[in-house]
């Protein structure tokens, strides 16, 4: 018999890299660096590795013939990109609007304060700091999330006295969580909570499921917004190629593999884990 342990991913579990496949890749190369912050990593078989520190946070795989992702299909709803402090999101927010960027939203979500934009090809990105843990409210014990104006003036005040030196995204910057359109909730639930093990954090957004490991806010976030039934785009396509989830340990990446195989699953192996499709047809690479 299965544990309720068992049946949970590692706490420690998180948000590794996640692939775009892009049109020009140079454009996209350009947007990440200059407007976000990132560095390239390292560039071979026409995929670059943007990063802050050492980390990869985004991989672009430039395809100059892949089919556009038609409106009204699942796919990527943004990544996020969580930067150490507010200080960072603040020179997030300079280093975007000196590129000549717009965003297309800021928010206030209790647990986290973000800023939303879009890169050249359309793909979503959400740059957040999270607030302390300490911090997060409960009702019922269920975490309490929220979308509210961000005090833009607050964090801009974060810059008082603050050297401009146009440097990059500092090392501790990462994939903090993976926003994505599903074609329907129920079934995205028994793949992400019930194959994959992680646990619903949050369900009171209309058309909307959060889930995480180890009682963070959310590791994944899942939609409806383009639609109940949404199809997928063509295979191929422009926009999210796949995301990683991290498991810290290869022992931990064989009881997922093994929890998605009995749920009837059947990933793909491959060097850096297994590649597994969720009802959706977005691709997740599990590794250790």
């Known amino acids: 018999m299965t544990t309720a342990a068992e049946s949970r991913i590692d706490p420690a579990t998180s948000i590794g890299a996640v692939r775009l496949t892009v049109s020009d890749l140079e454009r996209e190369q350009g947007f990440y660096e200059q407007a976000i912050g990132l560095e390239a990593l390292e560039r071979s078989n026409g995929v670059v590795r943007l990063g802050a520190g050492d980390e990869t946070l985004v991989e672009l ?13 699942t796919g990527l709803f943004h990544l996020a990109i969580l930067v ?3 200080l960072e999101l603040a020179r997030s927010l ?6 000549g960027w717009r965003f297309t939203g800021a928010s206030d979500h209790l647990v986290s304060e973000a800023l939303y934009l879009n ?18 409210r409960y009702r019922d014990g269920r975490l309490e999330m929220a979308t509210l104006p961000l005090d833009l003036d607050g964090l801009i005040a974060e810059l008082a006295g603050a050297e401009p030196d146009g440097a990059p995204m500092p090392g ?60 997928p785009p063509p295979h191929g396509a422009l926009g999210l190629a796949w995301f990683e989830v ?38 997740v690479l599990i590794g250790a």
């Open 246 to 283: 991290v498991t810290p340990s290869a022992a931990e990446l064989a009881r997922v593999e093994q929890r998605m195989r009995a749920a009837g699953l059947d990933p793909e192996r491959r060097e850096a884990g297994v590649l597994a499709t969720d009802p959706s047809r977005n691709r």
């Open 172 to 231: 501790g910057t990462r994939i903090g969580h993976v926003h994505l359109n599903v074609s329907e909730l129920d079934g995205s639930e028994a793949f992400y909570a019930g194959a994959l093990g992680l646990d619903v954090t949050v369900r009171g957004y209309p058309g909307a499921l959060f889930l995480s490991a180890g009682g963070y806010h959310h590791h994944i976030g899942l939609n409806t917004w383009t639609g109940e039934g949404a199809p």
């Open 119 to 136: 890169d050249p090809e359309g793909n979503g990105i959400e740059i957040y700091r999270d607030r302390p843990r300490d911090e997060w």
């Open 94 to 99: 300079r280093r975007a609007l000196d590129a």
């Open 84 to 86: 150490p402090d507010r």
């Open 61 to 73: 795989a430039g395809d100059p013939d892949a089919p556009p992702r038609p409106r009204g299909t």
